[in-house]
T-cell receptor, first 112, second 115 residues
Framework: GQQLNQSPQSMFIQEGEDVSMNCTSS?????WLWYKQDPGEGPVLLIA?????ELTSNGRLTAQFGITRKDSFLNISASIPSDVGIYFC????????????FGGGTRLMVKP | EPEVTQTPSHQVTQMGQEVILRCVPI?????FYWYRQILGQKVEFLVS????????KSEIFDDQFSVERPDGSNFTLKIRSTKLEDSAMYFC?????????????FGSGTRLTVV
């Protein structure tokens, strides 16, 4: 099946620092999504990307859909303590019953 | 804001027992899904459901599993003869469109513990 490789697996940063994480795939996805998961909760959508090369921002978050449709990155600027959580990338192809393929997650820890 | 509601939030069951996990998708959504997340691992797709039938299922979704939309509001996942390795968080999701992105909403999950 399709695999998404997400890195880094974890990050421990100081409040105020910028954060970058990325996902790569050996296959093409038509849609890339970035989710955040808090403990004991379901994934919450942060940003959705629909076009190759698309760069989209949502507040302090910026994500880009790679030109080849095989990669994406998520940047968080000026991190704050509530950014703590697990960030997942997810990809979708149009012919797969709407299923999402998730990356392994990046656990972000922010030191105040 | 509309939510996907899952019950129970935590279920403990004995190995070999059957469990039914319940979900109430967002009311105007047409596509329904179940995902699983084993502790510390990534979220994995189980099944998608549209127009009262399964539209896609993963290798995980074998004969032990079944889904049903028994009425106009509930969407259930039944796991027969549970095994220890079925212990996981089970997430229900729903979407109004066929594409992902906005409108593809996850519930808070049911933590299933098989003992």
């Amino acid at each position: 099946g399709q695999q998404l490789n997400q890195s880094p697996q974890s990050m421990f940063i100081q409040e105020g620092e910028d954060v970058s994480m990325n996902c790569t795939s050996s296959s093409i996805f038509n849609t890339w999504l970035w989710y955040k998961q808090d403990p004991g909760e379901g994934p919450v959508l942060l940003i959705a990307l629909y076009k190759a090369g698309e760069l989209t921002s949502n507040g302090r978050l910026t994500a880009q859909f790679g030109i080849t449709r095989k990669d994406s990155f998520l940047n968080i600027s000026a991190s704050i303590p509530s950014d703590v959580g697990i960030y997942f990338c997810a990809g979708q192809t149009n012919n797969a019953g709407n299923m999402l393929t998730f990356g392994g997650g990046t656990r972000l820890m922010v030191k105040p | 804001e509309p939510e996907v509601t899952q019950t129970p939030s935590h279920q403990v069951t004995q190995m070999g027992q059957e469990v039914i996990l319940r979900c109430v998708p967002i009311s105007n959504h047409l596509y329904f899904y179940w995902y699983r997340q084993i502790l510390g691992q990534k979220v994995e797709f189980l099944v998608s459901f549209y127009n009262n039938e399964i539209s896609e299922k993963s290798e995980i979704f074998d004969d032990q599993f079944s889904v049903e939309r028994p009425d106009g509001s509930n969407f259930t996942l039944k796991i027969r003869s549970t095994k220890l390795e079925d212990s996981a968080m089970y997430f229900c999701a729903s979407s109004v469109f066929q594409g992902a992105g906005y409108g593809y909403t996850f519930g808070s999950g049911t933590r299933l513990t098989v003992v």
